[in-house]
């Protein structure tokens, strides 16, 4: 049981988070990004080749940072805001590597931190008024099994 | 003295710059991103706030992060054409602080590497037709002296 378990998320949730992303993040758009899934366990965004390409027409490495990003970044929005740990969620620094070329559409997918790892960060938001936590997110092209970037955040949550 | 002192950029140059980046990455047009200056020792972009807000009114860090690679990569693709080494420049992986938000308009600045590594480089390039550099670059905002986010970078150059 991970933190989320109890947690579903409709249609309408899904559509909430992709207007949100659309609303606060306009490169979300000119990316062409969209929520696939969000499910207790994974969450999955989706784009396109065609905006994100590069010199190779593949995947631009930008693009598929800004992609590992949103997904990190959107996992960690809705689980705090399923929680009503309302605040501001801001990147302090990431890293990223890119073993393989996506040479088609991309996936960005983040699974649940650990529990003793939301357990801290949750008890020092309530305590202080600010945590940071860990989040990292994978990217594979769309129908691929091998991770085509792995990246790790570090973002911080503060009222 | 390093390995682009005897390198004079025209506005031609500048403009092929940009026009390659626009060209070959669409992400970079969605962005607004324009080729501010090059010059011997700097190279310059600019991206606008306006497509690359995020929900606090500042650069997302996803569009900081890309045009921190754009501007590393032309730093690169610049001088290796002047060096007549052809080839494709391919980011293995990154990583970026963010110390601070941009509030208006950003730009990504790169600075050579030293003669050391750029000699390294092209030794083993003109050896092996593959070779690794590490360039770096920052982020500041318009008119500001602080770097608001610090890039590194890996990058392959490959026949």
Same mark, same amino acid.
């Given at each position: 049981?991970?933190?989320?378990?109890?947690?579903?998320?409709?249609?309408?949730?899904?559509?909430?988070?992709?207007?949100?992303?659309?609303?606060?993040?306009?490169?979300?758009?000119?990316?062409?990004?969209?929520?696939?899934? *969000?499910?207790?366990?994974?969450?999955?965004?989706?784009?396109?080749?065609?905006?994100?390409?590069?010199?190779?027409?593949?995947?631009?490495?930008?693009?598929?940072?800004?992609?590992? *990003?949103?997904?990190?970044?959107?996992?960690?929005?809705?689980?705090?805001?399923?929680?009503?740990?309302?605040?501001?969620?801001?990147?302090?620094?990431?890293?990223?590597?890119?073993?393989?070329?996506?040479?088609?559409?991309?996936?960005?997918?983040?699974?649940?931190?650990?529990?003793?790892?939301?357990?801290?960060?949750?008890?020092?938001?309530?305590?202080?008024?600010?945590?940071?936590?860990?989040?990292?997110?994978?990217?594979?092209?769309?129908?691929?099994?091998?991770?085509?970037?792995?990246?790790?955040?570090?973002?911080?949550?503060?009222?």
């Amino acid at each position: 049981m991970n933190q989320r378990s109890d947690i579903t998320f409709t249609a309408a949730q899904v559509e909430a988070l992709e207007h949100r992303l659309h609303q606060d993040i306009p490169l979300s758009v000119a990316m062409g990004v969209t929520v696939r899934s *969000v499910d207790a366990n994974v969450l999955t965004l989706h784009a396109p080749l065609a905006p994100n390409h590069n010199h190779k027409g593949t995947l631009f490495g930008g693009s598929v940072y800004s992609l590992a *990003v949103l997904a990190a970044w959107s996992w960690l929005y809705v689980n705090t805001q399923a929680q009503g740990m309302d605040g501001h969620i801001v990147i302090q620094g990431g890293s990223i590597e890119y073993p393989l070329p996506v040479s088609g559409d991309g996936l960005g997918i983040c699974h649940p931190v650990t529990e003793e790892a939301w357990a801290r960060f949750a008890q020092t938001f309530a305590r202080r008024g600010k945590a940071r936590i860990n989040v990292s997110s994978v990217v594979r092209g769309e129908g691929g099994a091998a991770d085509a970037a792995r990246f790790a955040g570090v973002f911080v949550l503060h009222r």
